[in-house]
């Protein structure tokens, strides 16, 4: 094939284009029903999304920001109560504990995943912690077995924040059923993507879902009569409902290209260890959906993160840092009263971590572009000694 000379991050025209005559109609349909709010496009994407995460309920909201900041009030979770997160995520996470009232705890992560370090979360609990929101980070779920194991010993409820994890899986459970609730996004570039904002809560519990039924719908469960003070206006769009029911159809085979694409990235990249040059590591076989592909740059690696980046984009390929600033340190959350040097895992990964191109429908082709130009790169500068 013809040598690819520009790799974008991502690119959803490869996703959209063989559906887009099953796209459009869908979306005429929507114009045509006039059902706009609430429509049965919802229903019936809540009920197929619930099912594919093989939970009972499911309840679209306006993003996965949402889904967790109504999600989490509906589990009761609120002012005085501590609530344990990991703190290399996306401020998201954070925003929806803050939303609630209650109170963030942030715990570092394990250096070869990313994940959450499930043993930092035991030890920052005390009597007032009411959950733990494990972030199922990259695509990767952290370990469903630990979770249980958390929630057991210690009566905390379990809150997955799945926004980046559609139909991953580990130790045969998926995103999604672990805890009491999760939510999930439906950003355009996640996974499951809608063509704008969205969002849904799924889980275990009917009396859940009924709540953010209700609080997504001006806490009202039969209209003008308002019963839960928490409302707002917070929607999955029938018309994001209508292009994802038909892009699920497409998830497994989406996240299985994902996978394989992930795999040849760790293949070729093996003769890199030497550099330095280190792919976050796999707990779950092909569990793993790759959300991102991530790889860290030690200290053994001649070349600098912000120079390979240059470069990379000079050779017209497209990286990222997913996150370059934990949360703990972000301006905005100074006021939480966290310093530098709190989380050096977290520190440490947001300076050597970086997001190579990854996409369902990405080629061979492209793939050892990004490869032949990483190996250029690091292999041309000297280790230093
Ligand atoms: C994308 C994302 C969110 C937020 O979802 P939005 O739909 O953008 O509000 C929350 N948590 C994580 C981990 C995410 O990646």
Request: aromatic fraction near 6%; charge should be negative.
């Amino acid at each position: 094939m013809a040598n690819p000379s520009s790799v974008p991050f991502v690119d959803l025209s490869l996703q959209h284009a063989p559906l887009r005559a099953e796209l459009m109609a869908a979306m005429a349909a929507v114009a045509d029903g006039g059902d706009y709010i609430l429509g049965n496009s919802v229903v019936q994407f809540e009920r197929a999304f619930a099912a594919a995460c093989g939970v009972p309920f499911g309840v679209g909201v306006g993003s996965g920001t949402d889904a967790l900041t109504l999600g989490l009030r509906a589990c009761g979770i609120g002012p005085g109560d501590q609530v344990i997160l990991p703190v290399n995520t996306f401020v998201a996470t954070l925003i929806g504990v803050l939303q609630v009232g209650a109170t963030p705890v942030f715990v570092d992560c394990e250096l070869d995943t990313g994940l959450m370090d499930i043993a930092a979360a035991e030890r920052a609990m005390n009597r007032l912690t009411r959950a733990v929101i494990p972030v199922h980070l990259y695509g990767q779920m952290v370990s469903p077995k630990a979770l249980h194991a958390l929630a057991e010993a210690h009566g905390v409820t379990i809150f997955e924040d799945a926004a980046q994890a559609h139909g991953a899986e580990r130790d045969g459970i998926k995103a999604g059923s672990v805890g009491l609730a999760s939510a999930f996004s439906f950003y355009p570039s996640k996974n499951l993507g809608a063509m704008g904002d969205g969002g849904m809560v799924v889980t275990q519990q009917e009396v859940v879902a009924q709540t953010v039924r209700s609080l997504r719908n001006y806490g009202s469960t039969r209209k003008y009569y308002h019963t839960d003070p928490g409302g707002t206006n917070s929607r999955l769009d029938t018309l994001q409902a209508a292009v994802l029911n038909i892009k699920l159809a497409c998830l497994a085979d989406w996240n299985c290209d994902r996978n394989r694409l992930a795999k040849l990235y760790d293949d070729a990249l093996k003769p890199l260890a030497a550099q330095g040059l280190i792919p976050m590591t796999n707990h779950s076989g092909s569990g793993h959906v790759y959300h991102l592909y991530v790889i860290r740059l030690t200290r053994d690696c001649a070349i600098d993160r912000t120079r390979l980046q240059q470069e990379l984009a000079v050779a017209e390929i497209q990286s990222g840092i997913h996150y370059p600033v934990p949360c703990h340190l972000q301006p905005a959350f100074h006021h939480l009263g966290y310093q530098p040097g709190d989380f050096p895992i977290a520190e440490q990964l947001s300076q050597e971590i970086l997001s190579l191109p990854i996409y369902p429908g990405m080629t061979e082709g492209h793939l050892e572009y990004v490869v032949k130009t990483l190996m250029g790169l690091v292999q041309a500068c000297p280790v230093l000694t």
